[in-house]
């Protein structure tokens, strides 16, 4: 039984490039969810969708971000003309159908030079 | 709002000595879940537990207990005879019925160190 992957694990990009994450859920878990962690911080939920439908949305999701599952299966998330701000490990959990516990992947950890 | 506070930034025991983790939330809905999750060095978040807003039934897992008293909204998690893996950053976190158990929000973390 194969958990959350997320890829890249690292990233490393100069500012204002875009990058794109990707993250598979837990086969069968038809919800997924973003969340972003800064050093020495819990993690701060993004976004989250129920099968393909973004069902919310933080505010600390700016217009720079978007987010897809477009077949309710893996889903990417994409920052465009990243800032040095944007610096922080981005991670990807899952949950079952009847389950409200979330299961993390190891997370991407993105630099912004 | 939602909000949880683990004032313990760090704690640094031996091995074998017991410790415990606070966790104080808030919240004003009365239908919640509570979780603690373990970040160990490698940063994989690991659920370790979940507990319902109904439920104030302590729980014992091995060398792991959860303490859950709604008078003072607390959910303190205990590590009897600490060993060296148990070294990591824990986390608490809730979610409430009102925002359809969509979001987890986290405490900034306890860091536990633990020494041979």
């Known amino acids: 039984d194969t958990g959350v992957s997320q890829d890249p694990r690292h990233k490393i990009t100069k500012r204002g490039q875009n990058v794109t994450f990707r993250c598979d859920p837990i086969s069968e878990h038809n919800r997924l969810y973003w969340y972003r962690q800064t050093l020495g911080q819990g993690p701060e939920f993004l976004t989250y969708f129920q099968n393909e439908a973004q069902l919310e949305k933080s505010r600390l999701l700016s217009d720079r971000f978007s987010a897809e599952r477009p077949k309710g299966s893996f889903s990417t998330l994409e920052i465009q003309r990243t800032e040095q701000g944007d610096s922080a490990m981005y991670l990807c959990a899952s949950s079952p159908p009847r389950g409200y516990e979330q299961y993390f992947g190891p997370g991407t950890r993105l630099t912004v030079t | ?116």
């Open chain 2, 1 to 116: 709002a939602q909000k949880v506070t683990q004032a313990q930034t760090e704690i640094s025991v031996v091995e074998k000595e017991d410790v415990t983790l606070d966790c104080v939330y808030e919240t004003r809905d009365t239908t919640y879940y509570l979780f603690w999750y373990k970040q160990p060095p490698s940063g994989e978040l690991v659920f370790l537990i979940r507990r319902n807003s109904f439920d104030e039934q302590n729980e014992i897992s091995g060398r792991y207990s959860w303490n859950f008293q709604k008078s003072t909204s607390s959910f303190n998690f205990t590590i009897t005879a600490s060993q060296v893996v148990d070294s990591a950053v824990y986390f608490c976190a809730l979610t409430q019925k009102d925002s359809g158990y969509s979001t987890l929000t986290f405490g900034k973390g306890t860091m536990l160190l633990v020494s041979p």
